[in-house]
């Protein structure tokens, strides 16, 4: 998880979590109150992880249908829901 530039002070699972949930909410810092935004490239990555990872479950299971898909999103959001905050790299605003 990463770290306030300026105290040090990890950003918790629940802040990084939120932010992502609230489309890219800035995250200030518990300790010294720092605003930091999400950066460009971690808003792609977490758009080709959503989107790639249906797309190739998708491909992968055949014959390709409205219930795979359906399954494929069901599976896909929550493990990346629990993933994505770590690889998520905020800067100072």
């Not at 995250?27 to 758009?47: E, M, P, T, W």
Request: aromatic content about 12%.
């Amino acid at each position: 998880m990463q770290k306030c530039e300026i105290c040090r002070t990890s950003f918790t699972w629940k802040q990084v979590s939120k932010s992502l949930w609230l489309a890219y909410k800035p995250v200030a810092c518990q300790n010294c109150g720092k605003l930091y935004k999400v950066q460009f490239l971690s808003r792609i990555l977490a758009s080709l992880l959503v989107i790639g990872l249906i797309f190739a479950f998708n491909l992968l299971s055949y014959p390709t249908s409205t219930q795979t898909f359906i399954l494929a999103v069901l599976i896909i959001i929550p493990v990346n829901s629990l993933m994505l905050p770590y690889l998520v790299r905020y800067r100072l605003a």
